[in-house]
């Protein structure tokens, strides 16, 4: 397999199984579609077994990092910046879409079995989860945003502590080496998971399911296509001065992981290694992209819950005035960390029905396709953390032009042990 790009490998498993689904679908093969289903889920497992140490020590040496990066304030800043100014384009291209194409007028759904999920936001809940009453439960539970929390407030700890500290940033520096290796290898499970999770998605999911929700569905894959191929080369092509080919040749890898894996923390390993290549320095990569991957979700914090809300609005015939959509809009750009990284965005959509006093159960309306929007939704938020600290590091002219023209020459998950040096660059350079 290593003689086939990673990319060819990725296709290969998405045709593999689309056939399998449609046969396991078409002739009612239960012991397929469980295999599919299987196959698929150990390798999300697998993903997620890896985030909570990922995303803390990635964060904590990332966070040490700067102090060895000139202007590192003003690098945060842009970044938190950039990340607002692309929010705030993409929730304005799903509340137009959504104005545009009704998705739920004409929509007739079994209200009487709609329930809110059991995983609900509201702003006091975001705003208290934030802190954990135990780390330890933190880590247990997969809590990514109070991870998230911790790690933000221990980095910031050990880069005022100084020298002191450097034998707690080592370990953390030696932790985030051996997870990222182990990562790796389930990183090149992908063409093997990407077969069972999209075969599982074709096997489970019929027209008869869709049907109603066509309409919301397209939207949605519109939506999240349009700022893909639209504002994403836009804002490389006006904010950068960049070649938007360049940069999906070299990000593309880490976008179709996402498309299939559903995960953008999981995919942080490639998305990394991707902007590295497109020569953004590895000082700086070190910090956006683990930053990015918890809080940059301009698919699953600002696309979908605009077209969402206005679905919700629209079946359960209640009227959005101008505040409502402003609402909208505030809610993707400030609580998009309420996705914190995991697969769904199901916490993101209720706390802006909650927002906007929409019922909750509209979202129960939605579950059943969930999984299948996901895959866009989590492209698009993957896209979008490499573009960020791309624009960033071409704007502070700090960005290898020439490495970025070369991008997507090589394949970003070629051969671990036998290009060392790569895989080097997702190493964080000592403080």
Same mark, same amino acid.
């Not at 093969?29 to 993903?47: E, I, K, Y």
């Not at 573009?387 to 070369?406: F, K, M, N, S, W």
């Given at each position: ?252 890898? %880490?976008?179709?992981? +996402?498309?299939?894996? *559903?995960?953008? =923390? @999981? ?6 290694? #991707?902007?590295? /290549? ?123 032009? %020439?490495?970025?023209? +070369?991008?997507?020459? *090589?394949?970003? =998950? @070629? ?6 040096? #790569?895989?080097? /660059? ?6």
């Amino acid at each position: 397999m290593r003689k086939f790009p990673f990319s060819l490998q990725i296709l290969l498993g998405l045709v593999l199984g689309v056939a399998l689904g449609f046969v396991a679908r078409a002739n009612d093969v239960s012991w397929l579609t469980s295999t599919l289903h299987t196959v698929g889920g150990l390798f999300v497992q697998l993903l997620k077994l890896a985030v909570p140490p990922l995303v803390f020590t990635a964060i904590v040496v990332s966070v040490v990092s700067l102090r060895g990066v000139a202007n590192a304030a003003r690098l945060a800043l842009k970044t938190l910046l950039w990340f607002g100014v692309t929010a705030l384009i993409a929730v304005s291209v799903g509340i137009g879409l959504g104005l545009l194409t009704d998705p739920g007028k004409g929509v007739t759904l079994d209200l009487s079995g709609a329930a809110a999920p059991k995983r609900t936001g509201s702003w006091t809940d975001f705003l208290t989860g934030i802190v954990p009453t135990n780390p330890v439960g933190a880590f247990v539970e997969g809590n990514v945003l109070q991870i998230v929390f911790l790690a933000l407030v221990v980095g910031a700890a050990a880069l005022l502590v100084g020298e002191k500290a450097e034998p707690f940033v080592a370990l953390n520096r030696a932790l985030l080496e051996i997870v990222q290796k182990a990562l790796w290898w389930v990183i090149r499970l992908a063409p093997i998971g990407t077969l069972g999770l999209i075969g599982n998605a074709v096997a489970s999911y019929g027209w008869d399911l869709l049907a109603p929700l066509a309409k919301f569905t397209t939207a949605v894959y519109v939506g999240c296509a349009i700022v893909l191929f639209v504002v994403y080369p836009v804002v490389l092509l006006a904010a950068g001065r960049l070649n938007p080919l360049r940069f999906f040749a070299g990000a593309w890898p %880490a976008i179709e992981l +996402a498309f299939v894996s *559903r995960s953008s =923390v @999981g995919t942080m390993p490639v998305t990394q290694r #991707a902007v590295e /290549r497109l020569g953004v320095p590895r000082e700086y990569a070190s910090f956006a992209v683990p930053f990015g991957a918890t809080t940059k979700m301009d698919g699953c914090a600002a696309i979908y819950p605009a077209l969402a809300a206005i679905f919700v609005a629209q079946v359960f015939g209640v009227h959005l005035s101008v505040t409502d959509y402003l609402l909208i809009a505030f809610v993707s750009v400030v609580g998009s960390a309420a996705t914190a990284g995991l697969t769904g965005a199901i916490v993101m959509l209720t706390l802006t029905l909650s927002t906007l006093g929409l019922p909750l159960a509209g979202a129960g309306l939605l579950l059943a396709i969930d999984p299948i929007l996901d895959m866009i939704r989590t492209a698009t938020n993957v896209a979008g953390q490499a573009l960020v600290p791309t624009v960033v590091a071409a704007r502070e002219g700090t960005l290898d032009r %020439a490495a970025y023209d +070369a991008a997507g020459r *090589r394949d970003p =998950v @070629g051969p671990l042990e036998a290009d060392r040096s #790569a895989s080097d /660059r997702l190493e964080p350079v000592p403080a």
